[in-house]
């Protein structure tokens, strides 16, 4: 995957707090020729974890492809998807402050 043509999604899920079950998310991007990047514990609990996880894919309708395969794992649930660069910049302006005292 050329890294100029990749789209980046974080995607919240939660997930059963059962051994192997964040495998078989990494196997469905993977064979979906997703690639994984950050992951990230938001919530762990006894019965369920929820994380973020970083996804790059080819196109967004690439990464549309990729999160119908997740929908479809059994027990696990998409809370919602976001972009990074996006969330980073939400509620927030540009300041700009001079170097020189006037």
Not at 72 to 95: Q, V, W
Request: hydrophobic fraction near 35%.
């Amino acid at each position: 995957m050329n890294k100029f043509q990749r789209i980046e999604r974080v995607v919240r899920l939660k997930l059963p707090n059962v051994p192997g079950t964040f495998g078989k998310v990494a196997d469905t991007v993977g064979l979906n020729e997703g690639n994984l990047g950050d992951i990230k514990l938001v919530k762990m609990g006894k019965k369920f974890i929820t994380r973020d996880i970083t996804v790059y894919s080819k196109s967004p309708g690439h990464f549309e492809v990729i999160k119908k395969e997740l929908e479809n794992l059994s027990g696990l649930k998409i809370l919602k998807c976001f972009d990074e660069t996006y969330r980073m910049h939400e509620g927030g302006l540009i300041e700009m402050k001079s170097k020189v005292n006037i």
